[in-house]
């Protein structure tokens, strides 16, 4: 049982201790939670700043819907980093709804996100409890943009694109986690909104995306679909929304639509554990270890989204830096709201429709993490 109203599952992975960081910054005491406590003690050691002032406790359980809901049970939030979500995601919902919690992650692989709304969004909502998918860098950035467009009276289409500098698979960029989820990927349904229903991107697809902040084209790919076009799909300002993502200073898309062309070629119809076998190989190969603190002289994001209308036109940019930093301060402007029983949304909602975009946009800025333009076109 959770002494403190916090729970950070999987302490002991890169995102784990960065929303730990935050949660010490905040004064929140928390309980760090993982499949093997003396894992989680040497690495809050080597990688939790300030951790001398911490309230915490870590405890060790078993990867299960039972062994995990008598952890949770006690704690008010829940802050789950453990993925592939697509694998393991939907046991640590069910969990903390059984142990009355609310639960934020993560990620923004569609297939999960679509399956936490379908399966336990309405019961999250009855239970007046928040479940809410991609509380992080990706997608946040992306739609604290969209939210800022749709400002504009008339804008009903959208597109967005999400452009990192820095990371690099096999030097020091991308962590083991958001590699294997990168790499599931490959095995799933990636949609985007047309007219109000989500519809499969065609296998291959890729856009050169154009940034005025840049002076070439940006290769991207749509990274799984990305959460927006779900969390959009019933909102009644929208109709469409695409959603694109690339690394603007180096090859890793080229690389990933390679190895997803591949897949397509040779892998699809392998049966299940050896695709799996076939993952872990790309994984171990790509991110070995996990990486090393982010940079803000190297760690730099440029997030935009182009609204448009039948006649009204907007392009709202976030600038941004460290994006697996800014993902623990999400996190911690999330638990902040819920533990003030603070939010405009229960059972399955995004970060910005269940806290607010500017009150996000604001803790980003006020913390030097983000800024935010917006263009009439």
């Not at 970060?351 to 913390?367: N, T």
Request: glycine fraction near 8%; proline fraction near 4%.
């Amino acid at each position: 049982m959770a002494k403190y109203p916090v729970v950070v599952y999987g302490a002991s992975g890169y995102t784990g201790m960065l929303i730990m960081d935050w949660l010490i910054d905040q004064q929140i005491p928390f309980t760090a939670v993982a499949r093997d406590a003396k894992r989680v003690q040497e690495m809050m050691a080597q990688r939790v700043v300030r951790l001398e002032s911490a309230t915490y406790e870590i405890i060790e359980t078993e990867h299960t819907v039972a062994a995990l809901t008598k952890v949770f049970k006690g704690a008010r939030v829940v802050c789950n980093t453990v993925g592939p979500f697509v694998n393991f995601g939907l046991t640590a919902v069910e969990a903390a709804l059984k142990a009355g919690c609310h639960h934020i992650d993560t990620t923004g692989e569609q297939s999960y996100i679509r399956a936490v709304r379908d399966q336990f969004g309405e019961l999250y909502r009855q239970a007046g409890l928040l479940v809410s998918p991609s509380t992080a860098y990706m997608y946040t950035f992306a739609e604290i943009a969209a939210e800022l467009a749709l400002e504009t009276d008339g804008i009903d289409v959208l597109e967005t694109a999400t452009l990192c500098r820095g990371p690099r698979f096999a030097a020091a960029g991308v962590t083991v986690g958001s590699t294997a989820s990168i790499f599931e990927l490959f095995r799933s349904e990636q949609c985007y909104l047309w007219e109000k229903k989500l519809v499969p991107h065609a296998v291959g697809t890729t856009a050169n995306v154009v940034d005025p902040g840049f002076v070439q084209p940006v290769f991207s790919i749509p990274w799984g679909g990305t959460s927006l076009p779900v969390y959009l799909e019933h909102d009644a300002r929208v109709r469409c929304c695409t959603s694109y993502v690339g690394f603007y200073d180096n090859n890793v898309m080229q690389l990933v639509h390679g190895l997803s062309q591949k897949w397509e070629a040779e892998y699809k119809n392998l049966p299940r554990e050896q695709q799996d076998a076939v993952i872990k190989q790309i994984v171990d190969s790509t991110t070995p270890s996990m990486p090393p603190r982010e940079r803000t002289s190297v760690a730099r994001t440029v997030d935009f989204a182009i609204g448009r209308g039948q006649l009204a036109a907007v392009r709202a940019t976030v600038h941004g830096i460290t994006p697996y930093i800014s993902t623990g301060a999400v996190q911690v402007a999330a638990v902040m709201k819920l533990l003030d029983g603070e939010t405009g949304k229960v059972g399955f909602a995004s970060a910005s429709k269940a806290f607010g975009h500017r009150y996000l946009l604001g803790f980003l800025e006020q913390r030097g993490l983000a800024r935010a333009t917006v263009t009439q076109l």
